[in-house]
C-alpha cells in the first residue's frame, strides 16, 4: 500500500513538470524585440559611419575646413564631401557611398583625428545584410577641437548674454538699470596642423647655431627697370602672355634671381645638411639646382612652397610662377610636393613690414634670406665733378641666417656681396634681356 502511494506521488509530480506553462504576451515581445535586429528584414537602409582615412605622410588628424554637404542631403558616390587641412596640405574628401547625409559629427573649423567618424549615411545595404542593432556599439567621436575663430566666437556669445542679463536698480538714478560689467575668462586655443607643424620644425630648428649677417642693398635700378618694363609695349604684352594675370614684377622676383646667380659661384649654401643617415657622420649634400622655397603668409598659416630650378627661370617667369604659388596657397590648394625639396629658403617679411629680421632656417636647409621693406632713404654721393652731394635711393635690407655647424662668416658674406652686386648693377643690362632671360 504504502509502494503504490509513493508511485501515485510521483505520477502526479512528473505530470506537473511536463504541464505547459502559460507565457507572458509581454515577454514575448521583449524577447522578439530583442532578437528581431539580428535577423534580415525588408528594411533597405543602413546608416554607414565615414570614417577619415589615413591620408599618408604621418599625417594623425586634420582640421574641417569646409562641409559641401549638410544633413539630409542627398550623396552619391565620389560627390565631393569636405574639404580638410593636414599639416602640409589640404585635400578634397569624396563619398564612398551613394545615400542620404544622416549626421555631421563636426563643424567647420573643428580638428578630427584619422580613423574617427566625420558623418554618417544612411546608405542602401544588399538584401539579407543584418541591420546594426538598436543598442549596437557605434564608432567613438572624439570631441571636437575647436580653432582659434570658434574660441572667439563662442567667447563673444557669452560675454553678450553676460551683457543682456538683469542689473540691480539705482534708486538714486531715476530707477535706471545700471549696466553690467562684461566679464571675461580665459580660453585655450588648440594649435591648427600647421601651427602644429610649425610647433615641431621650429623647435629642431632652433636646435641649431644660427649665424646672422644682414647688409643695405640698392634697388634703384631695379625699381626702375620694373617701371620700365610695365611701360615697354612688347614686354608688357610677352609679359601677359608668359605671366597669365601678372601685371607687375615684384622687387622679390629680382631678389630671387641675384640669389639663383650668386648661388652659381656659392653652391655651398645651395645645400641641405644630411644628419639622420649615419648621426656619427653627418653629410652636406650640395644641390645642383636651385630650389628656392618663399615663404607666404596665407590665413591658415605660414606655408613654404618651393620654385624649382630657378637657375633657368627669367625674372618674368619667376614672378609667374610666385603670383600662381601665392593664389594656391592663399585658397589653401598646395599639395605635399609643392613643400618638398627645397635647398634654400627667402622670405619676404618687407611686404608686410620691418626691415632687419632674424630668420629661423628650415632644416635640413642651411641657410634663409629674409628680404625687408623697400624705403627710399638719402645717401651722400660723390658726382662725377667730385662734389658731394644728396640723393634719393631705394633701398631694403637683407638678413641671411646661416647653419653656422658647415657655413662660416666669410662664406655667407661672400655670397651676400654677389647679390647685392647684380641687384645694383642691373641699370646696365637690357632691360629685356634681364627680365626675359
Not at 30 to 48: E, G, N, P, V, W
Not at 302 to 316: F, G, K, M
Not at 342 to 362: F, K, R
Amino acid at each position: 500500500m504504502f509502494g503504490l502511494r509513493r508511485s501515485c506521488t510521483r505520477t502526479r509530480l512528473q505530470s506537473r513538470l511536463l504541464r505547459p506553462r502559460p507565457v507572458s504576451i509581454t515577454r514575448l515581445n521583449a524577447d522578439f524585440i530583442q532578437t528581431r535586429s539580428f535577423r534580415s528584414s525588408r528594411c533597405h537602409l543602413a546608416i554607414k559611419p565615414y570614417l577619415l582615412a589615413d591620408i599618408g605622410e604621418g599625417i594623425t588628424e586634420c582640421q574641417i575646413i569646409s562641409w559641401e554637404v549638410k544633413e539630409g542631403d542627398e550623396v552619391e558616390e565620389f560627390d565631393p564631401i569636405c574639404e580638410v587641412q593636414s599639416d602640409k596640405a589640404s585635400v578634397e574628401i569624396t563619398s564612398r557611398f551613394s545615400g542620404t547625409i544622416h549626421k555631421l559629427h563636426y563643424n567647420a573649423g573643428d580638428v578630427a583625428k584619422v580613423g574617427s567618424a566625420l558623418l554618417d549615411i544612411d546608405v542602401q545595404r544588399d538584401e539579407g545584410e543584418p541591420e546594426q542593432a538598436a543598442g549596437a556599439a557605434s564608432p567613438e567621436i572624439p570631441q571636437p577641437m575647436s580653432t582659434p575663430g570658434l574660441a572667439k566666437n563662442t567667447t563673444q556669445h557669452h560675454d553678450t548674454h553676460v551683457g543682456s542679463s538683469s542689473s540691480a536698480t539705482t534708486g538714486m538714478a531715476g530707477g535706471q538699470d545700471k549696466p553690467a560689467e562684461k566679464t571675461q575668462s580665459d580660453y585655450k586655443v588648440p594649435l591648427s596642423p600647421i601651427q602644429k607643424r610649425m610647433f615641431e620644425s621650429m623647435t629642431k630648428s632652433l636646435s641649431v647655431p644660427h649665424f646672422l649677417y644682414t647688409h643695405a642693398v640698392d634697388l634703384t635700378s631695379v625699381m626702375a627697370l620694373r617701371k620700365t618694363a610695365l611701360s615697354d609695349g612688347s614686354l608688357s604684352s610677352h609679359l601677359q602672355n608668359e605671366a597669365g594675370s601678372v601685371t607687375k614684377i615684384t622687387p622679390l622676383s629680382f631678389v630671387i634671381k641675384a640669389l639663383s646667380q650668386a648661388l652659381l659661384s656659392n653652391p655651398i649654401l645651395n645645400s641641405v645638411l644630411d644628419t639622420e643617415s649615419d648621426p656619427t657622420e653627418p653629410q652636406l649634400i650640395i644641390k645642383p639646382s636651385h630650389n628656392i622655397g618663399v615663404a607666404m603668409d596665407t590665413p591658415r598659416g605660414l606655408v613654404v612652397p618651393v620654385i624649382r630650378d630657378v637657375q633657368n627661370h627669367s625674372v618674368a617667369s619667376l614672378a609667374k610662377e610666385i603670383s600662381r604659388m601665392g593664389n594656391v596657397a592663399r585658397a589653401g590648394k598646395l599639395r605635399p610636393d609643392d613643400m618638398k625639396g627645397g635647398t634654400i629658403v627667402v622670405s619676404n617679411i618687407g611686404s608686410i613690414g620691418g626691415h632687419v629680421v632674424a630668420p629661423v632656417i628650415l632644416t635640413p636647409m642651411t641657410a634663409i634670406v629674409a628680404v625687408g621693406k623697400v624705403e627710399q632713404v638719402p645717401v651722400f654721393e660723390t658726382g662725377e665733378d667730385g662734389n658731394d652731394g644728396i640723393v634719393k635711393r631705394d633701398r631694403a635690407v637683407l638678413s641671411w641666417s646661416a647653419d653656422h655647424r658647415v657655413l662660416d662668416g666669410a662664406t655667407v658674406a661672400r655670397c651676400a656681396q654677389q647679390v647685392e652686386k647684380w641687384l645694383a648693377d642691373i641699370k646696365g643690362y637690357d632691360v629685356q634681356a634681364v627680365v626675359l632671360s
